[in-house]
């Protein structure tokens, strides 16, 4: 059974850093291409970032291009998202995502930050 | 980047009746390998996202007959043949043939 875990989700203050991290089973991650998607309360989601599965190539949203950063573990069948200096407007649930067929087919249950004072 | 537009945005239908969702794109979803990568995704209460269709009409394991995708180009539907109480929640469109990928702003569908 496919399966995305993440964690690292919390309240930080406006300027301040998190990491978040997604443990995944049931593949192999080494194989495909992951994304992290985000969701405002209420909103649709967003597409945020992505990395290649030999780490080589990675993507960001203009709105969190030189503050986000994706890396992954394949040994250790991780993905990761740093995000520094954090804004009240990234304020959502971030979801650990996988590609297929340049679709997203499996969702981790999300990890909620919320960036407030 | 792509803009993706659903409608309607809130969708009222009664127990075993057909629904119907529409999604157009600002740009033709074809690829230059001839896939036209477009998905459906269903979002119930409480929940995250779970892929339903993909490259316009492919249903995913586990998904229900009664879903359905049809569409090309930047013209995409999704139909529910006889909504049952389960189908409840929001309905995304998602294209995957340009970067970034981009989704619609959903459809909330409720039992009437």
């Known amino acids: 059974e496919v399966q995305l875990v993440e964690s690292g989700g919390g309240l930080v203050q406006p300027g301040g850093s998190l990491s978040l991290s997604c443990v995944v089973s049931?593949?192999?991650?080494?194989?495909?291409?992951m994304h992290w998607v985000r969701q405002a309360p209420g909103k649709a989601p967003v597409w945020i970032s992505d990395?290649?599965?030999?780490?080589?190539?990675?993507g960001y949203v203009a709105s969190v291009r030189g503050r986000f950063t994706i890396s992954r573990d394949n040994a250790k069948n991780t993905l990761y998202l740093h995000m520094n200096n954090l804004r009240a407007d990234d304020t959502a649930v971030y979801y650990c995502?996988?590609?297929?067929?340049?679709?997203?087919?499996?969702w981790g249950q999300g990890a909620l930050v919320t960036v407030s004072s | 980047d792509v803009v993706m537009t659903q409608s309607p945005l809130s969708l009222p239908v009664t127990l075993g009746q057909p629904a119907s969702i529409s999604c157009r794109s600002g740009?033709?979803?074809?690829?230059?390998?001839?896939?036209?990568?477009f998905s459906w995704f269903q979002q119930r209460p409480g929940q995250s996202p779970r892929r339903l269709i993909y490259?316009?009409?492919n249903r995913d394991s586990g998904v229900p007959d009664r879903f359905s995708g049809s569409g090309s180009g930047t013209d995409f539907t999704l139909e529910i043949s006889r909504v049952e109480a389960e189908d409840v929640g929001v309905y995304y469109c998602?294209?995957?043939?340009?970067?970034?990928?981009?989704f619609g702003q959903g459809t909330k569908l409720e039992i009437k």
């Open positions: 995502v996988r590609d297929e067929s340049r679709s997203l087919d499996y």
């Open positions: 049931g593949f192999t991650f080494s194989n495909f291409w």
């Open positions: 990395i290649s599965p030999d780490e080589s190539t990675t």
């Open positions: 740009q033709s979803l074809v690829h230059t390998d001839g896939n036209t990568y």
């Open positions: 490259k316009v009409s």
């Open positions: 998602m294209q995957g043939t340009h970067w970034p990928r981009t």
